[in-house]
């Protein structure tokens, strides 16, 4: 099955910068997010590829991936200082903007069912109140 182009958002305010893409129905190991200078890539893997083979599809509009993404931020950004959440089928990474060039892999810890987190030092913690 091919990737499916995941639409993205970016943000831009207070010398931070946002990212936002829907990839429902996956768990947050499934998410493999990597940026490299200003250009972000997201992708999963399909989650339940064998899904397709439970019957006969009726109608078939959506998976729960492949996904694939690429964005270019409009600045650096410090990756080890992301922090990213994957709750409700968004994934969310917010970076600090940076003076240099980055790169590097975003790894999110699963909180939950399907919801996964990376904690950086951006913005506050995500588990305060």
């Not at 946002?18 to 972000?40: D, F, K, Q, W």
């Not at 999963?44 to 998976?63: C, I």
């Not at 080890?80 to 975003?106: C, H, M, Q, W």
């Amino acid at each position: 099955m091919p990737n499916r182009r995941v639409p993205m958002n970016v943000y831009r305010e207070n010398e931070r910068i946002m990212v936002s893409a829907p990839v429902p129905g996956l768990e947050p190991s499934n998410i493999h997010i990597r940026i490299e200078g200003r250009t972000v890539t997201i992708k999963s893997e399909q989650r339940g590829p064998r899904q397709e083979r439970m019957g006969q599809y009726v109608q078939s509009e959506w998976t729960a991936g492949p996904y694939q993404g690429v964005v270019t931020l409009p600045a650096w950004v410090e990756v080890e200082k992301a922090n990213a959440t994957y709750d409700n089928g968004v994934l969310v990474i917010i970076f600090p903007e940076s003076r240099v060039s980055t790169s590097g892999v975003i790894a999110m810890e699963k909180i939950g069912t399907s919801k996964g987190q990376l904690v950086g030092h951006v913005g506050k913690d995500l588990h305060s109140p």
